[in-house]
């Protein structure tokens, strides 16, 4: 019973359940490469020893811890039967990655040098080139 001018107040202590999820998702393997355009010497010159260079860009997406972009050139760039003495130098900067990257951006630079007595043919000089871009720790 309570006195007058007192306030008795009751505390009753109810459980609560307090369950526990956990939420979540996977990544895929994700390893994408997308060439910019084309690249182009430009005209080459007769007679006129240079070296021409030419660029275009690449873009790299990766789900994986490392990955790297490999260039296959199977030979010199050809006019029909005519093929250059020089090879056709590709650099792609950067080519390793050690963590996953979205839309990492690529610089390829290709240098062909022709020597001032290296006979041209009229037309165009060209050359398949393959970028391949793998994990390196699966």
Do not use: C
Not at 20 to 37: E, K, N
Not at 65 to 82: I, S, Y
């Amino acid at each position: 019973e309570a006195a007058r001018g007192e306030i008795v107040l009751a505390t009753r202590i109810v459980p609560v359940a307090r369950p526990i999820i956990t939420i979540g998702d996977s990544v895929a393997t994700v390893l994408d490469l997308t060439l910019g355009s084309s690249a182009s010497f430009g005209t080459f010159l007769p007679g006129v020893a240079k070296d021409y260079v030419a660029s275009t860009t690449a873009v790299v997406m990766s789900s994986a811890g490392d990955a790297a972009l490999t260039v296959t050139v199977p030979g010199p760039l050809a006019n029909g039967t005519q093929v250059l003495r020089s090879p056709l130098a590709v650099e792609p900067g950067p080519r390793t990655w050690t963590a996953p990257v979205a839309f990492a951006k690529v610089a390829i630079t290709f240098r062909q040098h022709i020597a001032a007595d290296e006979p041209l043919h009229t037309g165009t000089y060209s050359q398949r080139v393959t970028f391949t871009l793998a994990e390196t720790t699966p």
